[in-house]
């Protein structure tokens, strides 16, 4: 099996973010990146599956501030290759960026076609897309998203997809595909330090050139706030005693305790 | 038998299984005699599938790849004990288990969760908590007396005080934080902190079997270090202290390093004076393993807990070399979850009943883990109106109010 | 002269969901405030019927196709591009639920139209759409506007009140081509319940809900006493289910049930829309975190900038307290 993992990188919320002096984008002063939870899955699943089937996975992305460290992670987690997109402007939309892999992963020597595509379903960022659905439609390949569950058996996959309510669909997709990724079978594996160093010292990442301009976004952010801190909550102080004794009084207002 | 396991030199970080043999400290494992004192002493001894004296049989049989597989190795919480009780002093906790630990982790088909979670904050963020690290000295803010936070302004001072994440992100830390801070602004002690610029020490991820992570750290922090202008670094973290003092010297670190109970036990004199309030407590101490067993601090706490006014201090049944470790140390912090799966009983639940047994009111700690996980078992064992547990520090700043 | 605004009405199941009323009720303004007509488009099989309630539309737009009985976006993509092509709307309301979701992923592209995503409002202003939106899991509130016809737009759950879209009197029905593919490469086979839930936690009137902040499966330990001395039931966000501490008939969200109970305790969930879609109609919402900024404080009644660790075991001895 060929499995392509797509990652990017997202705000890191655990630093507090900014506007920017622009009022339309985040301040990049303290701005760090972290890559896409739901890709973190992605790249997962695509070592789960090589795993059980044998074959190969194949860490990619565009270009971005600390995705050297993401991509020496994959290899070092097991993936067989990793390949960055270079030459490609700053600050891309989801959209964007989902489109112009669709036009540079065809050109990368040995790496399509792939029997499976798999990328987060999902990030905070994608204002304007969802990079697994645009880079599906822009390879021309079967869809289906927030999946939970992916074996692969010749040339379908058996694909579960959640609905509401707890409800899982299950699927026959033919591959190649691509598969938006909610959750891997098991949470994205550890991987020591010292196998992340050993890989940053033997790997190399395969740097691609995009050779192609992105496309213009067709939406545009024209201001950025924050909320309000706290919101419409109504805070409360006070020590763990005095704060579950509020608790009990709004319980007991309410005829619940 | 000797009362601390303090090597007498920093355990030379460049052995690894393979080349055990080619140094003293390696070969000596070899003199193993067998005698099970170390499995014997074991807290979690019961559970060991792999305590010392099996793992070294195995070593010398070429078997030790059968010890790699098995997760029994978690259960070590690097308490000394073991190292403690040999006759032959090897040196186990500090040497041979991270060494093979470092291959049961490698090996592990799935890392526990909260310790996966744990680790990969400790790299990314420089804490276990994952909080960001701009907000590592945001604790200083709520502190009465002035500390200076070097990272903000580099001026030349004798100590490098460094609270370490507990202290410095937890609430409980915290508190123990300011009343260091008190401390040594009451003994006229000229300190600054790093600040944002301060990083785990990662002893603990050492001692799990990240060696990586703590190679890591180490690069970051000497880094740190050499940019700052300082005669003494002083810790409140008692594993950061055996880091600094045992390991960082062989990667170019070589300034003096102390924890903050000895250190301000050396100045007993000049605090007497000012333990002026008195405090009705009686108190037992609980000896933590770096502190105690492997370094010899026995008598410096408990000094400055008799200094104390009004304080009455009481042993536990087990006290000094023979301390029961609280089980947060070599990664325990964050296996509470795979012990329990596993139906072990707390090493802090088992602690906690001594500390009752004794007597005391007040159990008097000096790591920031034991806070946590001491006030943790008086909830769950129910004894929230009989216990409560201190920091050394804090007792004494308690002592220090008007 | 702008087209008109259009809503996807979503089904599940054989009934449409309460979102589709949502969406009628902003497509609503939307229409007035464009001065245009509001259609629904209802894509399904042997379903005109469902027509009934979608009173608050001026037209309804519908396609029959055996393909709609299975919950697959390629034959709905295809269908709506089509008409979308022919009819020109100004936009189309989708709703971002996991029945959906990626039809909202695959449209605008093969559309080639704008597409934005995660509006928790949308307004008419100078005769053009500016929507509100959420990034970064609520840390952020951005303005957007579409460059292009038709705009996409990706409406969270809870964007109006639903009663204020649901209208009987079924206005004009017109019967639509379908188009869809004639091999399609994505085929559904089944549906898989959840396990037989000990509990329904649509049915409780207390829930206390863990999250991420709950550190490890022990600690759910101290939310099962409260909800039990409560007489309710425990929940989580999804990171827990997803760690396996809660089974998934306790998921609270996207993929999860919502809930509506009399009283939600949010113990360290940080509140990302996926989750409070599910929760925020509840009566009484208390959220406890560590993080000032956590966007859980946005929707609930009373908030505590706290360790949920600390808090829990405290309320498990006020409730005792309380009740004995």
């Known amino acids: 099996m060929n499995i392509l993992a797509v990652l990017k990188m997202v705000p890191d919320v655990v630093e507090e973010l900014e506007v920017g002096d622009d009022g339309k984008s985040l301040d990049l002063d303290f701005l760090r990146l972290i890559v896409n939870e739901r890709d973190e899955h992605a790249l997962e699943q695509a070592l789960l599956l090589k795993d059980k089937h044998g074959g190969s996975v194949t860490a990619v992305a565009i270009d971005a501030p600390e995705i050297d460290d993401v991509l020496f992670t994959a290899l070092a987690k097991g993936a067989d290759r990793a390949v960055k997109i270079t030459d490609v402007e700053e600050g891309l939309s989801t959209r964007a960026a989902a489109s112009l892999l669709a036009q540079v992963l065809p050109k990368v020597p040995n790496l399509l076609p792939a029997d499976l595509v798999l990328a987060g379903c999902q990030a905070t960022d994608d204002l304007d897309g969802q990079t697994a659905a645009v880079l599906a439609h822009g390879l021309e390949l079967p869809y289906l998203g927030i999946v939970s569950q992916v074996d692969a058996d010749g040339s379908t996959a058996c694909v579960l997809s959640e609905f509401p309510g707890g409800v899982r669909g299950e699927f026959e997709v033919d591959m190649p595909a691509v598969l938006g990724i909610q959750a891997s079978e098991k949470p994205p594996r550890y991987v020591p330090v010292a196998k992340v160093r050993a890989a940053m010292k033997s790997q190399t990442i395969e740097e691609v050139s995009a050779g192609t301009e992105p496309e213009a976004s067709l939406a545009a952010v024209t201001g950025m706030t924050k909320p309000e801190a706290g919101g419409k909550a109504e805070m409360l102080d006070g020590s763990p005693e005095e704060l579950a004794a509020k608790v009990g009084e709004i319980l007991s207002e309410r005829g619940l305790l | 038998m000797a009362e601390t396991t303090a090597a007498p030199d920093p355990v030379a970080c460049e052995i690894t299984l393979d080349n055990l043999l080619e140094f003293p400290e390696g070969r000596e494992i070899l003199t193993c005699i067998q005698c099970g004192m170390c499995a014997g002493t074991c807290p979690y001894g019961d559970v060991m599938d792999y305590p010392p004296r099996r793992i070294i049989k195995m070593l010398q049989a070429g078997l030790l790849e059968e010890v790699f597989t098995s997760d029994s190795l978690l259960n070590c919480i690097a308490c000394y004990a073991c190292m403690a009780k040999c006759p032959r002093g090897i040196r186990l906790t500090e040497l041979l288990l991270p060494l093979v630990k470092e291959q049961v982790f490698v090996q592990l088909p799935e890392v526990p969760a909260e310790l996966q979670k744990a680790l990969e904050n400790t790299l990314r963020y420089g804490n276990p908590m994952g909080e960001s690290p701009r907000k590592r000295a945001q604790w200083v803010t709520t502190t009465d007396v002035p500390i200076r936070d070097l990272s903000k302004k580099p001026e030349r001072v004798d100590v490098l005080w460094i609270p370490e994440c507990y202290m410095s992100y937890h609430p409980r830390g915290q508190e123990a934080a300011r009343a260091t801070a008190r401390v040594f602004h009451a003994l006229e002690v000229d300190f600054g902190i790093l600040g944002a610029r301060e990083k785990c020490a990662g002893e603990c991820a050492r001692l799990v079997g990240e060696a990586g992570l703590f190679d890591k750290l180490m690069d970051d922090n000497i880094k740190q270090f050499d940019k700052y202008d300082f005669n003494r670094i002083v810790t409140s973290g008692a594993h950061a202290y055996d880091a600094f003092k045992y390991l960082y010297p062989r990667f170019g670190f070589d300034q003096i390093v102390e924890h903050t109970t000895p250190f301000v036990a050396r100045r007993i004199e000049q605090l007497k004076p000012l333990l002026t309030k008195k405090l009705d407590y009686t108190v037992t101490y609980h000896d933590s393993c770096c502190l105690g067993r492997h370094n010899g601090f026995y008598e410096e706490p408990r000094t400055l807990l008799q200094a104390i006014p009004g304080v009455k201090l009481v042993e536990m049944a087990h006290n000094r070399v023979n301390s029961i470790c609280c089980g947060g140390g070599g990664g325990g912090m964050w296996l509470d979850t795979f012990y329990a799966a596993k139906g072990y009983d707390r090493l802090s639940d088992r602690r906690v009943k001594e500390a009752i047994a004794s007597g005391a009111e007040v159990l008097a700690v000096s790591c920031p883990y034991e806070v946590s996980r001491f006030e943790d078992s008086i909830k769950v064992l129910g004894y929230d109106d009989k216990m409560v547990v201190r920091d050394v520090v804090e007792l004494l700043a308690e002592a220090m109010e008007p | ?324």
């Open chain 3, 1 to 324: 002269m702008p087209g008109n605004v259009w809503v996807m009405a979503e089904q599940w199941r054989g009934e449409l969901s309460e979102i589709t009323y949502e969406l009628l009720a902003l497509g609503r303004e939307l229409a007035d405030g464009l001065g245009v007509q509001l259609e629904a488009v209802l894509l399904g099989h042997d379903a005109r019927g469902l027509a009934a309630t979608l009173g608050a539309a001026d037209g309804i737009l519908y396609a029959d196709d055996p393909a709609f009985t299975e919950p697959t976006a390629a034959a709905r993509s295809q269908t709506l591009a089509s008409l979308a092509e022919e009819r020109r709307p100004h936009c189309l309301l989708l709703g971002l639920t996991n029945l959906t979701a990626d039809l909202a992923g695959i449209l605008p592209a093969q559309l080639g139209a704008p597409f934005v995503n995660y509006c928790r409002d949308v307004r008419v202003a100078d005769g053009k759409l500016e929507a509100r939106c959420i990034l970064y899991g609520g840390k952020m509130d951005a303005a957007v506007e579409a460059a292009a016809e038709p705009v996409l737009l990706g409406v969270l759950p809870g964007v109006r009140p639903a009663d204020q879209g649901l209208k009987s009197g079924a206005p004009q029905v017109e019967d639509v081509t379908a188009s869809v593919p004639d091999a399609p490469r994505v085929r559904f086979t089944k549906y898989l319940e959840p396990e037989a839930g000990d509990v329904d936690i649509t049915q409780q009137e207390v829930l206390v809900a863990v999250g991420r902040g709950i550190a490890n499966e022990d600690n759910v330990e101290l939310a099962e006493e409260i909800a039990t001395a409560l007489g309710g039931a425990v929940c989580g966000s999804r990171p827990v289910i997803d760690q396996g501490w809660l089974p998934l008939s306790r998921q609270v969200g996207k993929s999860g049930a919502t809930v509506k109970p009399k009283f939600y305790l949010a113990a360290g969930i940080s509140g990302a829309p996926e989750h409070t879609e599910g929760m925020k109609g509840s009566d009484v919402i208390i959220a406890i975190n560590t993080d000032p900024d956590a966007p859980i404080f946005g929707v609930a009644h009373y908030g505590m900038v706290a360790d949920c660790l600390e808090i829990l075991p405290a309320l498990v001895e006020t409730v005792a307290a309380k009740k004995g």
